[in-house]
């Protein structure tokens, strides 16, 4: 037990970036690094007790300065798409980077969570990741103090926590991108996965991914995961929804959402017999099944390919500074942002 700690690269600028492993004594570890506060390594065991590695990532820091596919990342202050790259607040027009079509997309390429290091203190089994964040920084208002906080628990539970305060009103929406494949991150495709989303609704799209503003019923479409359902099942259905998309990357409703911590999601691979529960207090998940991962070389040398894994990035709904209709995703001065996620293992 305890945490064991260990040089994991540098940046250009020098800064040494160090990956802190946390571990529960069942065989489950994190591996995380205090570059994007990025999720590198997560070993479970299966229903025979073998470990593997069950998220996509790299070995060395230098993939990381790209990071295309933004695995493992804490993406941040928003995350998700703002269409028209813009948005008004306290009467005001918030311009940020044009970098999705022109849409913006997880705030910013460079300037995002996902690139800066972060300052780690050690708690009990648990790292506590921050940063501050200046008044105007890509576009959004407010000197704001962030903090993500990682934990491990004796029920194989990997415990995100996100906290922020700002001086002024602004927009609070971060989130975890990591992908997953319960077979091993080496395994390939991700289709004989089963689902299970407590979401009877989800926010249809346009073609740049931005909400139409509807909430749309899951039930006789595709989108419907109320059951256990294989992910390759209906993935390449002839559906509008899925061909703009490139197959599954949606927001879902969760059901009965109310700022409480509910489990909304059950995933399980039927050849390592494992089970992930994700819980939440967020009001939706952007189920992404992978779909634009390019052909590259990961961890331990496995190629990853398009839906060699699936994220389950619990948040506000894309767009919802622009969206009425939507939760909000405002933070005022004074204000407290606290916001938990909880991957469990069986």
Known sequence: MGIQKELFGKTDSGKEIYRYWLENGNGMKAGIINYGAILVNLI?????????????????????????????????????????????????????????????????????????????????????????????????????????IYSVTKDNELI???????????????????????????????????????????????????????????????????????????????????????GYDHNWVIDGADGTIKQFAAVSDPVSGREMKVYTDLPGVQFYAGNFVKKQTGKTGAIYEERSGFCLETQYFPDAPNKPNFPSSILGPGEKYKSATIYKFT
């Open 160 to 246: 995100l926590k996100y906290e922020a305060e700002s001086d002024k009103e602004t927009i609070i929406n971060m989130t975890n991108h990591t992908y997953f494949n319960l077979a091993g991150h080496n395994k390939g495709k991700i289709y004989d996965h089963e689902l299970e989303l407590k979401a009877s609704a989800y926010t249809p799209s346009d073609a740049g991914s931005i909400p139409t503003g509807e909430i749309a019923k899951v039930t006789g479409t595709p989108f419907d995961f109320t059951r256990k359902t294989r992910i390759g099942e209906r993935i390449d259905s002839d559906n509008e929804q899925l061909k703009m998309a490139g």
């Open 44 to 148: 479970v065991p299966d229903a025979q007790g073998n470990e593997d590695d069950v998220v996509l990532g790299y070995d060395t820091l230098e993939p990381y300065f790209t990071n295309g596919c933004f695995f493992g990342a804490v993406i941040g202050p928003n995350a998700n798409r703002i269409g028209k790259a813009s948005f008004m607040l306290e009467g005001k027009k918030c311009l940020l980077d044009v970098n999705d079509g022109e849409n913006n997309l997880h705030s910013h390429e460079e300037l995002g969570y996902h690139k800066r290091v972060w300052e780690v203190s050690e708690g009990d089994n648990e790292i506590i990741l921050s940063l501050e964040d200046k008044d105007g920084c890509m576009g959004f208002p407010g000197n704001k103090k962030i903090q993500v």
